[in-house]
């Protein structure tokens, strides 16, 4: 049995800050936005606060409309921001109790050959439990499924995503070939200390069955570096990886052997943040330190490849590390460069554009 996870940066849609030619051009759209969300929360609005609020919509093309380029505020019922047409836009709100809306982010298609792309990768890799990272919803993953998969025979008998906590429609979620079955799952979107939830998406648990065998496969996607301040990000991945090991330990006492905890953890090995996963005691073994793996001489898993890019993972429990026959990286999907100077790529893609992902897929082969 295959086991593979893939960060497939949507599918048909995405943000439209987080679709631009480099990270750095949406960066500071994806901060304004997280930032001015906390802020509208607050059930009062100092002026500080209303400063700060004028300069994120600002920042965000919304000061003198609700609708920009890249958002829309809604303004539902009641004010947050007045503008008049000769005078500074200014916020008549008083707090969250006296309007009713949001502001969200616009989406648009996610280039049509990088779709298909997506496709030949997971065509490809052929496995038969795949973790995707990053898909809008279920409904995108059923049709990606029925009009891409299907006609490379590479389709998928069971699919299964829940909406986590991210707004931008970036979550994770399961697939699994004929033969495999998912039963239970449980979600973990509102685990939460101090009032906040602890994951950016969720950590769902899926009970995977075939031949009369069973695992258990965690998919996840920790909070990125990208934007927000890296002492936040980085308490934010230490927290869910502290979390995602409490349920590892919890479901390893009650008799689940084998384990994987795979997906997207957006950190180093040697990090901090993921050392509740990884260090303090833990049996979790990553597949790229397996004998049986087949790397093709980079370390990392995003981007250049890097070992500072290694940020993608599949965790095996001793269990499963004992029966893994073959484990690899497929980078294929990933832009390598002008006629591929970095590394080979499908020849369909003629631009960074046309990538499938900025992530490699990885695998592990389970007897």
């Known amino acids: ?12 849609s995405r943000a439209r800050a987080l679709n631009q030619d480099t990270w750095a051009e949406g960066k500071e759209i994806l901060s304004a936005y997280s930032r001015l969300n906390k802020r ?14 004028l300069a994120d919509l600002e920042a965000l093309g919304l000061k003198r409309s609700d609708e920009s380029q890249f958002a829309i505020l809604r303004q539902n019922r009641g004010k947050l921001v007045k503008r008049p047409a000769n005078a500074a836009p200014q916020v008549v709100a008083s707090g969250r109790g006296d309007w009713l809306g949001w502001v969200e982010l616009k989406t648009e298609a996610v280039n049509e050959i990088a779709t298909r792309m997506t496709a ?43 909406d986590g906590n991210d707004e931008r429609g970036i979550d994770v979620g399961l697939m699994t070939k004929s033969g495999v079955d998912i039963g239970a799952v449980v979600s973990h979107v509102d685990d939460s200390v101090g009032g906040s939830r602890i994951f950016s998406r969720d950590c769902p648990e899926y009970t995977v069955r075939s031949g009369g065998e069973q695992f258990l496969v965690i998919v996840n996607h920790f909070k990125s570096k990208g934007f927000g301040s890296p002492a936040a990000s980085n308490a934010r991945r230490k927290a869910q990886a502290a979390r995602a090991r409490e349920i590892y330990d919890l479901r390893h006492s009650q008799g689940f052997d084998a384990i994987a905890i ?3 953890l957006n950190d180093t090995p040697a990090s901090d943040p993921l050392s509740p996963l990884l260090g303090s005691g833990s049996d979790l073994r990553d597949i790229f330190d397996h004998d049986k793996f087949e790397g093709d001489g980079r370390p990392g898993t995003f981007g250049n490849g890097t070992a500072s890019n290694k940020i993608d993972y599949i965790l095996l429990s001793p269990a499963l590390w004992e029966r893994v026959t073959r484990g690899g990286v497929w980078r294929k999907g990933v832009w390598g460069g002008v006629n591929g100077t970095l590394f080979p790529h499908y020849e369909e893609m003629q631009s960074a554009v046309h990538a499938a992902s900025d992530h490699a897929a990885i695998f592990a082969d389970i007897e």
Do not use: H, W
Not at 1 to 12: G, K, P, S
Not at 40 to 53: C, E, G, N, R, V
Not at 143 to 148: M, T
């Open 120 to 162: 030949k990768v997971i065509q490809d890799v052929n496995a038969d439990v795949l973790a995707v990272v990053e898909a809008e919803d279920r409904i995108a993953l059923k049709r990606f499924n029925d009009q891409l998969l299907k006609e490379l025979n590479a389709a998928y008998d069971c699919i299964m995503l829940i």
């Open 40 to 53: 509208l929360q607050k059930p009062a609005y100092s002026d500080a606060d209303k400063k700060a609020i």
């Open 1 to 12: 049995m295959r086991i593979a996870t893939f960060n497939v940066e949507n599918l048909f």
């Open 262 to 264: 795979v997906g997207d």
